[in-house]
């Protein structure tokens, strides 16, 4: 389940212009870049995917100058076999706008996360896991306001279309490549308010040079302990410590 504003954990917007005139002249140009990566846990959206151990991940995006994007990122996963289901993998499709008004700049687009096979339709009180949603974010500064709409059923919850989340972050550069990033999330599943949670991360991201990142996130939410559990009982929405590692090229 991949954020868009922020892939893997959380991402790292770190940069700036050389100079006013370059700023004035150099003109946007469309690009194509790839990642892979790892991490001692995928979370998203503060629950872990994982079943809390480690995961393997990797996307490759095109940027389009004049501001559209499309892009595709995957991740190995559990959570879905533990549910019943049959797969070990999730596929997220997506595509969108970015653009400014003033200070403002914003983002647009859909997302498909995809979990071919899964099966879960087939396994009583689960929906299929295939999920789409719209979502809209703006930034203005360090602070990025985020909506994510489902427009199906949301991760196999039966009768959820119109789920949303909503979450507000900040990206804060510390200098010498170092980055901090608070987060706050709110997680609205429609007719089971059981379900819905708040999660929690703090997140300190290290630009390694040459393409390569790391980020340590302390992760929390208040999440249902008797709910979002594996099949031996352990809470996937644990207060706990992830590390990531991504090599963009």
């Known amino acids: 389940m991949k954020k868009i504003l922020v892939p893997t954990l959380i991402a790292l917007a770190l940069g700036g212009v050389s100079g006013l005139t370059q700023a004035q002249t150099a003109a946007p140009e469309s690009s194509l870049s790839y990642n892979v990566g790892a991490t001692t846990d995928y979370r998203y959206r503060g629950i872990s995917q994982s079943r809390l151990k480690p995961a393997v991940q990797g996307g490759i995006d095109y940027a389009d100058k004049s501001g559209f994007y499309v892009g595709a990122w995957g991740s190995s996963i559990k959570w879905v076999k533990d549910a019943g289901g049959d797969t070990n993998m999730e596929l997220d499709l997506y595509a969108g706008y970015k653009g400014a008004v003033g200070d403002v700049a914003y983002d647009v687009g859909f997302l498909r996360y995809q979990y071919s096979g ?28 985020k909506y994510s709409h489902a427009i199906s059923n949301i991760f196999s919850f039966i009768d959820s279309k119109n789920s949303y989340y909503v979450d507000l972050s900040g990206t804060f550069d510390l200098g010498s490549g170092l980055s901090l990033v608070p987060h706050v999330g709110y997680q609205s599943i429609k007719n089971s308010s059981n379900w819905s949670y708040t999660d929690y991360s703090l997140t300190l991201g290290k630009d390694l040079g040459n393409g ?11 999440a249902d302990k008797t709910l979002y559990v594996t099949p031996a009982g352990k809470f996937t929405g644990k207060t706990g410590v992830v590390v990531g590692l991504k090599y963009a090229f």
């Open 118 to 145: 899964n099966k879960l339709a087939q396994v009583p009180t689960f929906a299929n896991a295939n999920t789409n949603e719209i979502y809209a974010a703006g930034t203005m500064g360090p602070v990025t306001l």
């Open 212 to 222: 390569l990142s790391a980020t340590a996130a302390l992760v929390a939410t208040d």
